[in-house]
């Protein structure tokens, strides 16, 4: 009896699946180069999409530039035939429309699911001097100004947390922003820059390389037992970068809710849950029926944070 009714809820489950499924392969736009966060999660939805969905192919495609504003500015002319998807990042495109320097507006973006976020990390290569966030912040003020840090992108995330930490200490250091993760990680391990701002899932996927000094969680990561939190720092500080995927405007609102319907499926699928863990993301579940109250408030969260800061205010 409980083979069968496990055999009935897989059958039905499948069937529900099934009907989620694109009749034709999708194009998963990138907004960033392949090598860093936004491609290592999107591989991981390749391959359980894969496995769900195997009559289609998932094909990722690369257009770089402007710290993912180009590929955000043109996805609206893109079909919006749920078979082109765009991977898109917040405080991002909070952030960037502040300063005025790329083609779009954060309204213009339509967001169908975040499927995970990841908290902020201070890091340096393994080989730096500096081996805690206290030798760090004697560092900083030993030599105003000479400490550089890389990041992904202007007015991203990483770009946030550098401003957020000087102002926080009153300390000056130098952002160094790079295409993305990738661009960023070989400057680091090379010793180009003094060290970066990132997420926890650059150092658990560069151990050995890179030494996370602090991390923006609640607790530490269990893959990363050695950085402290910037709690256990005296900071309140629990923030970082959140990944989804948006469709272009045009997209009806019954395909925007089956690619929401799809990309929640991916989420909660046991290897999904595996692969983002070893990765370092922590896996999040907002879809359509979530998505304004979502909105509201991290847009909010985040222009207020912008002024804060001073950061790309106009």
Request: aromatic letters at 8%; hydrophobic letters at 40%.
């Amino acid at each position: 009896m409980k083979i069968l009714l496990s055999g009935l809820i897989l059958f039905f489950s499948g069937q529900v699946f099934s009907q989620n499924c694109p009749d034709k392969n999708i194009n998963y736009w990138q907004a960033f180069p392949a090598g860093g966060e936004s491609d290592l999660s999107a591989r991981h939805q390749q391959i359980v999409l894969k496995k769900k969905c195997p009559a289609i192919e998932t094909v990722i495609q690369y257009k770089p530039g402007a710290g993912g504003g180009l590929m955000w500015a043109q996805m609206n002319a893109l079909p919006g035939d749920g078979l082109n998807v765009v991977g898109i990042n917040l405080p991002h495109m909070v952030f960037q429309p502040m300063e005025g320097q790329v083609q779009y507006k954060t309204e213009d973006i339509t967001p169908v699911f975040w499927f995970h976020y990841t908290p902020d990390a201070l890091v340096v290569a393994e080989s730096s001097p500096i081996k805690t966030f206290q030798d760090y912040i004697k560092a900083v003020k030993a030599e105003p100004g000479k400490l550089t840090l890389g990041g992904s992108g202007l007015n991203s995330a990483n770009h946030a947390a550098h401003e957020r930490l000087n102002a926080i200490f009153g300390t000056q250091t130098t952002y160094i922003p790079y295409k993305g993760t990738g661009d960023m990680s070989i400057a680091v391990i090379g010793g180009h820059v003094s060290g970066a701002w990132s997420n926890t899932a650059f150092p658990v996927n560069n151990k050995g390389k890179v030494r996370a000094l602090a991390v923006a969680m609640e607790k530490r990561h269990p893959l990363l037992p050695d950085a402290p939190t910037f709690r256990e720092l005296g900071i309140d500080w629990v923030d970082g970068t959140y990944r989804g995927i948006g469709v272009p405007k045009s997209t009806p609102a019954d395909v925007k809710k089956r690619l929401a319907d799809l990309w929640r499926a991916l989420n909660t699928d046991p290897e999904m849950k595996e692969l983002g863990l070893k990765s370092g993301f922590e896996l999040v579940n907002v879809g359509t029926e979530e998505m304004d109250a979502f909105m509201k408030d991290k847009t909010k969260l985040y222009t207020d944070g912008a002024k804060r800061l001073g950061l790309g205010v106009k």
